[in-house]
């Protein structure tokens, strides 16, 4: 089995927020890889890493990164495949991360998710694969259809909800 999605942090104390991508990607059955790689301190093996992703049948990068967050740029400017940058939450709640990753120069796109939000990263990167593959298309939409179904039950369960006040 060959991986679609490669999720790439700057260290291993990422990994609690990336583990929900990781979780994300497993519960939908999409294969995947996991590689903690630092821009600043293993800038080769970075660019090994992302020259040589499109030969492993990977679709999208997913780089996590916090502070500097050069790591979705560099790898960006390494592959011709699209890269979706995840702000990791630091010392200014991830406000440098997220415009490290945000400001990218022309010609080098990285699309950013929220800070911390991998699980949007797992699904940003589900849709783009699902552009030319059926079998994740399905996957995304049945879990999107269960997001809705999981709203209506809790609107029908606050009906539920007593107040003296309340109209409804």
């Given at each position: ?11 291993t104390s990422d990994l609690p927020v990336m583990e929900k991508a990781c979780k994300w990607l497993n519960d939908n059955q ?139």
């Amino acid at each position: 089995m060959k991986p679609l999605v490669s999720i790439i942090m700057g260290s291993t104390s990422d990994l609690p927020v990336m583990e929900k991508a990781c979780k994300w990607l497993n519960d939908n059955q999409i294969p995947f890889e996991v590689n903690a790689l630092s821009a600043h301190r293993t800038p080769d093996a970075v660019e090994s890493f992302a020259k040589g992703a499109k030969e492993r049948g990977v679709k999208v990068i997913i780089a996590a990164a916090g502070m500097a967050a050069a790591l979705p740029g560099v790898i960006a400017a390494s592959t011709p495949l699209p890269v979706i940058g995840v702000p990791i939450k630091g010392m200014l709640d991830g406000l440098d991360a997220m415009l490290s990753i945000i400001q990218m120069p022309p010609g080098i796109p990285v699309a950013t998710v929220g800070v911390n939000a991998a699980q949007n990263a797992a699904i940003l990167a589900s849709e783009m694969i699902a552009l030319a593959d059926e079998e994740v298309a399905q996957k995304v939409e049945a879990w999107k259809a269960g997001l809705g179904a999981k709203i209506e039950k809790a609107n029908k369960d606050l009906a539920e909800v007593k107040y003296d006040f309340k109209c409804n």
